[in-house]
């Protein structure tokens, strides 16, 4: 099963967080403006042996624009969003902008 991680799902992961203890610029600005450039680095660093990171492709950017203009949402969730539907994946979160009842995406809800 494939499954795309937001910010949300990682840093209530890093946290520990229940349900989400049982994606990756967001989750180092977070982190460094709570534990510091170094435990930033340090983490995003350990959790790439942990996910798959990936790079845009100028399809991937268009398909997060147009979520983004039909869709009221930060621009990074609009790129889980656009992934979920392009790799045909679920979207785990718990950010109530992705939990849209008909999105074109699948989506688990962490907070439950």
């Not at 494939?2 to 989400?20: M, Q």
């Not at 660093?45 to 942990?50: A, F, G, M, N, S």
């Not at 990936?54 to 992934?83: C, Q, T, W």
Request: charged fraction near 30%; glycine fraction near 8%.
């Amino acid at each position: 099963m494939t499954v795309i991680l937001d910010s949300w799902a990682v840093l209530r992961y890093l946290e520990g967080g229940e349900p989400a203890a049982h994606h990756v610029g967001e989750v180092h600005y977070v982190l460094r403006r709570i534990a510091g450039e170094e435990k930033a680095t340090e983490t995003v660093r350990d959790l790439r042996h942990e996910i798959d990171p990936r790079l845009p492709s100028e399809g991937l950017v268009i398909d997060a624009a147009r979520i983004k203009a039909d869709h009221s949402m930060a621009y990074a969730d609009a790129f889980a969003a656009a992934l979920a539907v392009a790799e045909g994946a679920t979207l785990w979160t718990g950010d109530p902008e992705l939990l849209i009842e008909g999105a074109p995406w699948r989506w688990r809800d962490l907070r439950k």
